[in-house]
């Protein structure tokens, strides 16, 4: 699924790199690649040594991590904390492309078969080797039903993942571009399976810490109030700047600044209002490709009738959304997809003429009461929108949606409730699904992912993103086909299935993000982008 970024903004989810183009990431992807010598094989940043760094990195998070596992915990601001403690398979490099991790190499055996081979002598925080079998094993996790990982959708097109000596083997029942970046997602964190085993279902809690091949290892977590992470002895890349990480849970936005300001903590990428944070920090924005929406369950009355989905489109002042609830990081979206993500596939004019091919329903109430009208439910109706209680920015969202849906006399309950089990409303699928408030971002540098989560009829079930439940031949066919095509025909391919899903109004969609992180006052980190979680971002931290 689409990493869900909704359960710690205020300033939804910091990232890493600035998407330059996808061309260089398609034709790796289509070949053999083996590890680039020297320090560029180690998949960290070889940035010039930092001036005035303290040996203690202090950062601020507005939410505890329910925990340091992510196939029961998949949500940015918990990524930004495990990806240092368990270490990532591949990365990406400056232009989005795939480079050795702790895989050391892969190849595309065919449309159907990757491999990937797992680097030699890298250790776990406890002293053990890293194995192939640990990493069948990890993402293997993604199938095991007890454990009903989050990102079991992700790997909905994969057959079976084996291993063999030091080669891990992933097959394919249909062609899938988006498994092949998955090593470089939080899907490809690594675990040590002996220690998963022993406790699965209360793996990285408190109680059972999660032991890793990342540069850090967990000291001690304490819900609530702090996670310190302390450098790992075994761990194969080069020094880290920082021999300890303190991440400090700050609910209170407030309170966040002032942390700031105080010197408390020396960065958060939870920065609340802008224009608060720029005098006393030093604010840097970035492209994030965020999609911020509304999806309406098609399959369920009032919301099956498309009247109804059109009034409630029209009735809906986007522009507004995003001028009051984004702080400025935020563009009015027409689909899902950011178009920043296609980078140079297709030409500009091509690209702009695509997205305009998409519906939209411009803020009108006039139109809206006139849809209503022609509904089921001409004089109006009730329903409930669970919203995120540590998420202020859609509080706003809701405060506004109700305000300007009883215009047409839509009554809309705000349900507020803790940001996981929101999240997994949804994934479980159940009848009535309602309406639902959407925050997601790319797992991956793949243009399809997010079109085929939310149009595709192969996730409208258990586990799946499709909360619309959407279900047309011709949008899946489409998304098949990108699915298996070269960057431009997926590039269109992805695009034209938005536009023919854009027919059916299965989702109200409200913006576009970039984002922002706040440090102290003569500190800056670079390499920011869309993928930052997934990254060793502390390293790009300087003075």
């Not at 192939?132 to 909905?156: E, H, M, P, R, T």
């Not at 761990?235 to 309170?255: A, S, V």
């Amino acid at each position: 699924m689409a990493r869900n970024v909704l359960e710690h903004r205020p300033a939804l989810r910091g990232w890493r790199r600035i998407f330059i183009s996808l061309v260089s990431l398609v034709l790796v992807g289509l070949g053999t690649l083996v590890a680039v010598p020297g320090a560029r094989a180690s998949a960290v940043p070889a940035n010039p040594q930092p001036r005035a760094l303290p040996s203690t990195l202090v950062w601020g998070l507005t939410t505890t991590p329910r925990t340091l596992f992510g196939p029961s915990d998949y949500a940015w601001y918990a990524s930004t904390v495990m990806t240092l403690i368990q270490g990532q398979m591949l990365v990406y490099g400056p232009g989005e492309q795939l480079e050795p991790g702790i895989l050391s190499s892969w190849k595309t055996v065919s449309p159907l078969e990757y491999q990937y081979t797992v680097r030699s002598g890298v250790k776990f925080s406890d002293g053990n080797p890293v194995t192939a079998a640990d990493i069948a094993y990890d993402l293997n996790l993604n199938f095991n039903a007890k454990l009903a990982s989050q990102f079991g959708s992700l790997f909905v097109n994969v057959k079976s993942i084996t291993y063999s000596g030091n080669v891990v083997t992933v097959k394919l029942s249909h062609p899938d571009a988006l498994v092949r970046q998955l090593p470089a997602s939080e899907a490809g964190m690594v675990y040590e399976k002996a220690s998963v085993e022993k406790n699965l279902l209360d793996y990285g809690t408190p109680q059972v810490i999660p032991i890793g091949a990342g540069p850090y290892k967990v000291s001690s977590f304490v819900p609530d109030s702090q996670i310190t992470l302390v450098q790992n002895p075994y761990w194969y890349g080069p020094k880290q700047r920082f021999k300890t990480i303190i991440f400090k849970i700050i609910p209170d936005p407030d309170t966040m600044l002032l942390a700031l300001r105080s010197g408390q903590i020396n960065g958060t990428f939870n920065v609340g209002v802008l224009k608060e944070y720029a005098p006393f920090s030093n604010l840097e924005y970035f492209p994030a490709l965020i999609w911020n929406g509304l999806t309406m369950d098609m399959t369920e009355s009032p919301f099956s009738d498309i009247h109804v989905r059109e009034a409630l489109y029209y009735a809906t002042n986007r522009q507004a959304l995003v001028t009051g609830a984004d702080n400025g990081l935020g563009t009015v979206s027409s689909t899902v997809e950011d178009p920043g993500i296609y980078g140079s596939a297709l030409p500009k004019s091509q690209l702009d003429s695509l997205y305009n091919q998409i519906e939209t329903f411009p803020y009108n109430i006039k139109k809206a009461k006139q849809a209503l009208a022609m509904s089921v439910a001409p004089h109006g109706f009730t329903t409930t929108l669970n919203v995120p209680e540590d998420d202020p920015t859609d509080s706003l969202y809701a405060e506004l949606l109700k305000s300007e849906w009883a215009q047409i006399g839509v009554t809309l309950n705000i349900r507020l409730m803790p940001g996981g089990p929101r999240f997994q409303i949804i994934l479980n699928h159940a009848k009535n699904l309602g309406i639902q408030i959407i925050g997601n971002s790319p797992d991956a540098a793949d243009p399809v992912e997010m079109p085929w989560e939310y149009f595709s009829s192969q996730q409208a079930a258990v586990n799946g993103n499709n909360s619309s439940n959407l279900r047309v031949p011709a949008v899946d066919n489409l998304i098949n086909e990108a699915q298996a095509a070269g960057l431009a025909t997926s590039a269109r391919d992805s695009i034209e299935a938005a536009i023919v899903a854009s027919k059916y109004v299965p989702i109200i969609p409200i913006s576009w993000r970039q984002d922002a992180v706040a440090l102290q006052k003569g500190w800056s980190i670079s390499g920011l982008g869309p993928f930052v979680p997934d990254t060793y971002w502390t390293e790009n931290i300087s003075a």
